[in-house]
């Protein structure tokens, strides 16, 4: 039917059918918009016969199915890796480099300020490769604007691609409370919790580190100042991490029905860093704690530097140089221990003689 071409192999017929045409005798009209055939968000005409895919920036062909190859061959600097990108591409420098040309070493003394906890965030462009490891670090400095206020910081998903943060699924979520662990789906959700003692919502700076160490029968422990808020053991021993993963700092990108909140939070990062290894609570964390500013980076096994978070939205201001370590004051008094107290001058009038 309707111009489509049958053989009668005897079990049945074979047809070939024009484009417009479904069935086994072709007798179904095709209709590909209720069908999706337009992919990537492409929006569907309905032309009757026949329909036509309006593409979304950065794709092209019958049904939006191709991705635009942006990078070209002098697009990037010949040491970097161009990773193209839907509509646009990205230069991906060497370790711990960056620049127009790849050549300058990555400077850390800066800050990110989220001012609007309802929008404030800042991404990696593209995620990285963690590598299957069987351990992992994550440290950072934080602080919150106003005392007491709540909010999430730091969010880590697991990620199926190199290039883009498809299928994204929160492993590690860290707000004013504490740290909610799910490196592992099919593993009970672990919280490891910054007790009263080690509030980070207090309006000052605060070193905090995560470290899983599988290779220890899968100990969880969450550092505070270079001290052990909380411990839990026996999560995922022995098991590997997800090959890609991505970071989002401030408002998370995607919803996570286990949060308590979905808010970001109003305040500071800066050192936010990530290791395929678990660093020593002594010898290693307790020595990023002692000067924020000219702490020593730790290169052996670090796999995420404090730098590719250029995907902001909703406010995001870099703050140079970096103000980590500084102690907020209360009005009226100064000093390193805020224990100043700071008195107006009051400027003295001459009196005239009478």
């Not at 074979?14 to 999706?36: F, R, S, V």
């Not at 049904?63 to 161009?82: F, G, H, L, M, W």
């Not at 050549?103 to 001012?115: G, M, P």
């Amino acid at each position: 039917m309707h111009g489509g071409r049958c053989r009668d192999f005897g079990s049945g017929l074979n047809c070939t059918c024009p484009a417009d045409y479904t069935g086994i005798g072709c007798q179904y009209e095709y209709d590909a918009c209720a069908e999706k055939a337009c992919q990537n968000g492409a929006t569907c005409v309905d032309n009757g016969p026949g329909y036509t895919c309006m593409c979304p920036h950065g794709y092209t062909g019958k049904n939006c199915e191709e991705d635009i190859v942006d990078c070209k061959e002098n697009s990037c600097p010949p040491s970097a890796t161009c990773i193209d990108l839907t509509g646009k591409f990205y230069c991906q420098c060497p370790f711990n480099l960056t620049g127009d040309d790849c050549r300058k070493t990555i400077q850390v003394d800066y800050d990110l300020y989220f001012s609007d906890p309802t929008r404030s965030s800042a991404s990696l462009v593209v995620p990285f490769f963690l590598g299957a490891k069987s351990s992992l670090t994550i440290a950072m400095w934080v602080q919150f604007t106003q005392k007491d206020e709540g909010g999430i910081f730091y969010t880590l998903y697991s990620v199926s691609s190199a290039h883009v943060p498809s299928d994204r699924r929160v492993m590690l979520q860290a707000h004013s409370n504490g740290v909610q662990v799910s490196l592992f789906p099919d593993l009970e959700d672990k919280y490891l919790s910054f007790r009263e003692y080690a509030t980070v919502n207090d309006g000052q700076w605060h070193h905090i580190a995560v470290v899983w160490d599988g290779e220890k029968g899968g100990e969880l422990t969450l550092i505070t100042e270079g001290l052990i808020a909380s411990k839990v053991g026996g999560y995922g021993g022995g098991r590997k991490l997800p090959e890609y993963a991505w970071v989002s700092l401030g408002k998370p990108s995607s919803n996570n029905p286990k949060a308590y909140t979905e808010l970001g939070f109003q305040g500071h990062l800066t050192k936010v860093q990530l290791w395929g290894r678990a660093l020593d609570v002594t010898n290693e964390v307790q020595k990023q704690v002692r000067d924020c500013r000219t702490e020593p980076v730790l290169f052996r096994g670090l796999t995420l530097t404090w730098a590719g978070y250029d995907d902001t939205v909703g406010g995001v201001e870099r703050v140079v140089p970096s103000h980590c370590g500084q102690r907020v004051c209360p009005p009226g008094y100064g000093g390193p221990k805020c224990q100043q107290l700071q008195v107006d001058k009051v400027r003295s009038l001459a009196c005239r003689g009478t």
